[in-house]
């Protein structure tokens, strides 16, 4: 069974652009969660979809945000990229909610702004 | 304010010796999960003990829980040099929800040597 897949691995982008990352969970998992790491407040919850509908968001500004597909593939977007948002997201996915039990993590994408 | 806190923060043993980490938290809880990170990588899961288990065992690892303090501890045993890695412990807030964020601690960071 193939594992939860993260693309891009690395980008690198520039002040004041926007980012799409993409997460495809394992087949069969329709819970997909997102995760910030950066070693200064280290994993901080950013959203949780299941079924296509966001079921809890997470401190972050407006700029971050996220969708899920009928096929439980989701993407986060980040918009007006700021120096503070360079860290590695990771992206989780579940059977039937994080809560609930084993999350599956993807490798991450590393993105760092200039 | 962090739900799950580990101490110590790092840690450095010889292979063969035990590691123990431990994990502390502030709210009711419907389980705690552990997860272990290799250096820049995806967080994999090691072990979930639901609020009414005391102990569990899972291979070389064995995790305690006290819902009376508010604790956890993970112990390796016979440590190998492929565990070195970072180690989380991992709550979520018991609200009756499936969905939400897991909130991680800071982590662990174990080191063991040849």
């Known amino acids: 069974k193939a594992g939860v897949t993260q693309t891009p691995r690395y980008l690198i982008k520039t002040r004041g652009q926007q980012v799409t990352l993409s997460c495809s969970p394992i087949s069969g998992h329709r819970s997909v969660s997102w995760y910030q790491q950066t070693p200064g407040q280290g994993l901080q919850f950013l959203f949780e979809y299941f079924s296509e509908t966001q079921r809890n968001k997470g401190n972050f500004p407006g700029r971050f945000s996220g969708r899920q597909f009928s096929n439980s593939r989701s993407e986060m977007n980040v918009s007006t990229l700021e120096l503070g948002d360079s860290a590695l997201y990771l992206c989780a996915s579940s059977l039937q909610g994080s809560l609930t039990g084993e999350l599956f993590f993807g490798e991450g994408s590393r993105l760092t702004v200039l | 304010s962090q739900q799950g806190e580990e101490d110590p923060q790092a840690l450095s043993i010889q292979e063969g010796e035990n590691a123990t980490m431990n994990c502390s938290y502030k709210?009711?809880?419907?389980?705690l999960q552990w997860y272990r990170q290799n250096s820049g990588r995806g967080l994999v899961h090691l072990i979930l003990i639901r609020s009414n288990e005391r102990e569990k065992h899972s291979g070389r690892l064995r995790v305690t829980l006290d819902t009376s303090k508010k604790s956890s501890s993970l112990l390796i045993t016979a440590s190998r040099a492929a565990d070195t890695a970072s180690y989380f412990c991992a709550t979520g807030d018991a609200g009756g929800t499936s969905y939400g964020k897991l909130t991680f601690g800071q982590g662990t960071i174990l080191t063991v040597h040849p």
């Open positions: 709210t009711s809880i419907n389980n």
